[in-house]
Structure formats: structure tokens, C-alpha cells
């Protein structure tokens, strides 16, 4: 198994960056208009912290907890608990993405 290498936010940007611009090219290709879905899109940050959400679930085995937390019957509330502590503890292991930590909690909270 291979041995996870630390990345430093900067790299973890510069990828996030080469996501959302392929994500846009993709949808522009497909006939989408950019005015239309850019403003939906996650910033830089946001996107660095997805990633770091998905890390996070493989590598703290929470998929059996967050299949739980996103089943139908689970509840708003334990959705919105499981998102909070997994995102918690990324604006605690990187205070730089703290902002944009908040900023998707309020999305979830909004959607």
C-alpha cells in the first residue's frame, strides 16, 4: 500500500483549480452557458475542501458512518451532524480553509 505523502495547500489549490477549470470546459463543450452554472460552481478553496472531505472519509473508514448519516431515513440531522464534524476537523487541521469550511456548511444548511 502506498504511504500518503503530505501536500501543501498550495499544490492542493493548484489542483482544485485544474478540477474547476476542466469542469468548466466539460459543461461549455456540452452547450451549457457559463453564466448560467460559474455562479454555483465551489470557489478554489471550497474545492480543496471537498477533495480533503473525501480523503478524509477513506482514510478515517467513515463510509459505513456517512452511508448512514445520508440514508433517506437518517434525518436531517444526522446528515447534518456527520458533515459538520468531518468538516470541522479539516478548518482544524488546516485554519487557512477555515472560511471556506463555513461557507459550505451554510450551503448545506441552505440546500
Known amino acids: ?20 477549470a476542466a469542469i468548466i470546459e466539460h459543461r461549455c463543450r456540452a452547450g ?14 471550497q474545492q480543496v475542501v471537498i477533495g ?14 456517512q452511508s448512514r448519516a445520508h440514508h433517506p431515513a437518517a434525518g436531517r440531522a444526522m446528515f447534518a451532524r456527520f458533515e459538520y464534524d468531518v ?7 488546516h485554519p487557512e480553509l477555515s472560511a471556506a469550511v463555513w461557507e ?7 440546500a
Open 52 to 65: 480533503l472531505r473525501a480523503s478524509a472519509v477513506d482514510a478515517f473508514d467513515l463510509a459505513d458512518e
Open 32 to 45: 451549457e452557458d457559463p453564466w448560467q452554472f460559474i455562479p454555483d460552481l465551489p470557489s478554489v478553496d
Open 1 to 20: 500500500m502506498a504511504e500518503h505523502v503530505p501536500t501543501s495547500i498550495e499544490v492542493l489549490r493548484q489542483q482544485a483549480r485544474d478540477e474547476l
Open 87 to 93: 468538516l470541522r476537523r479539516i478548518a482544524l487541521t
Open 104 to 110: 459550505l456548511l451554510d450551503r448545506l444548511e441552505r
